[in-house]
């Protein structure tokens, strides 16, 4: 074994890693950050050109779920290396000291060795060199927070445009520095980011692309060990789920949340979207049940970065609380807690400064209508529905429009037919749903 040899085990790891990697679907860009490093870094290593730390390679195991095979060929090359080591140590030392022409494979061993202490020292200046400066950082933080809380003020494209801006600043300046701390506050930048555009790739029904940014923001949570940003991701993958049909899923990912958020705003949120998922599998006592844990949530004080300290779009208020409750009782045809809770979400959504097409009152004033067609009463909808029909086609957000949907499905019932009053309100609700925008494409996560 010499060092050739030496040098094809390394170049071979590089292309196993390559081969887990692209079987993983992860593209250099994207596995880059969750191994905390560059993507020349991994382009280095695939080729077998850049050495890295046994942890790096335990991280990769862990990230493609390899099973240890990726670390135990590290290892192996590192012994290998050390066995070559000392071979030719022994072979010079063997005649009494160090030979005068040393052998092809300690001149190698020596340059690896050379080289390696090189890459050392270059690295623990870049370390220091490769950083953005701690204002900038700053600027980001404040900007994500901006958009999360002025979420209700901007229409889903508008919202779009401004966090994918945001999103690819943060991803650039990651490649821009080594710094752990600062590498830490850029991907808390980037988890928000992508929670962000899950929300608004839901308000548009971009449903695989909002499932796809969920997802990485979860990632992200996970990269830096922040349970804020796990159990908003985790609820958000439960709503889509729902939203898409998935209730099992939905529960699933709801009861997720529910393990990660940390007490106060965060618990609320998850509670409450437990219990929209268990409405969807027809479950009335855990419904009830994650209601009242919400409910008992709210009274805890809590110091959340993302739910407490930004809140906004990660925020979750009494009145989305009162508004969850109600679709989820609607969802169950329970109509009388329904029509007390959306009653309740539109009290509390009025004693509020709001803007002007806020998202929850108009939820929940569909919710209460459709309660009231439900109980026969035509004319109380036709009043509540009567301040929605004028909302712009870019506010027109999923939620709202998946709401009116329902409202069209129930004045198609055969009691409502033949009545002037029910027809002209589902013409309005169908032209409503009809000229909601269609979405555009997003970039993937």
């Known amino acids: ?101 040393p052998s092809n494979a300690y001149v190698e061993v020596e340059r690896s060795i050379m080289d390696a202490a090189r890459e050392t020292s270059e690295h623990a200046m870049d370390a220091g060199a490769w950083a953005v400066s701690d204002a900038t950082i700053e600027q980001l933080r404040d900007e994500v927070s901006r958009i999360a809380r002025s979420f209700t003020r901007l229409t889903p494209a508008v919202a779009v445009s401004e966090t994918l801006r945001l999103r690819n600043l943060a ?52 990269v830096i060990g922040h349970d804020g940003v796990r159990a908003y991701a985790r609820g958000m993958q439960a709503t889509i789920a729902y939203w898409t049909g998935q209730p099992a899923d939905a529960v699933g990912y709801a009861e997720a949340a529910v393990t990660f958020a940390p007490a106060g705003v965060a618990r609320v949120r998850a509670l409450s979207v437990l219990a ?69 979400a539109l009290e509390l959504a009025g004693s509020q400064p709001t803007d002007p097409w806020s998202t929850v009152p108009a939820e929940a004033r569909v919710d209460l209508a459709t309660c009231q067609l439900l109980g026969g009463q035509l004319d109380n909808a036709r009043e509540t529905l009567a301040p929605l029909w ?28 033949g009545m002037p009053k029910a027809r002209r309100m589902a013409e309005l609700a169908s032209g409503f749903v009809t000229t909601h925008r269609a979405p555009p494409a997003l970039p993937p996560a």
């Open 276 to 344: 929209r998922a268990w409405s969807h599998r027809g479950a009335a006592d855990e419904v009830q049940q994650a209601l009242r844990a919400a409910a008992d949530a709210r009274t805890a004080d809590g110091r959340d970065l993302l739910h407490d300290v930004v809140g906004g779009e990660f925020g979750y208020t009494a009145a989305q609380q009162a508004r969850s409750a109600s679709t989820a009782w609607l969802q169950m045809d329970h109509a009388a807690p329904a029509i007390a809770a959306a009653a309740t």
């Open 171 to 222: 991803v650039g300046l990651l490649e821009r520095t080594r710094r752990p701390s600062q590498q830490h506050e850029l991907y808390l930048v980037v988890a928000q980011a992508a929670g962000l555009l899950a929300s608004e790739s839901v308000d548009l029904g971009l449903w695989p692309s909002a499932m796809d940014y969920a997802r990485a923001a979860y990632t992200y949570g996970e």
């Open 390 to 417: 004028s909302m712009p086609v870019d506010w027109r957000r999923i939620g709202v429009v998946g709401r009116v949907h329902r409202v069209r499905r129930v004045l198609a019932e055969p009691q409502w037919r």
């Open 1 to 101: 074994m010499g060092p050739d040899d030496v040098r094809e085990r390394r170049k071979a790891l590089g292309r196993r890693l390559r081969l887990f990697r692209e079987a993983a679907n992860y593209t250099q860009h994207e596995f880059a950050p969750l191994t905390l490093y560059g993507r020349s870094t991994i382009a280095n290593v695939e080729t077998g050109g850049q050495r890295t730390q046994r942890e790096f390679w335990q991280r990769c195991d862990e990230l493609l779920d390899t099973g240890g095979v990726l670390t135990a060929d590290y290892d192996e090359v590192i012994v290998l290396e050390q066995q070559l080591l000392a071979a030719s140590a022994w072979s010079s030392g063997s005649t009494g000291g160090f030979a005068a022409a």
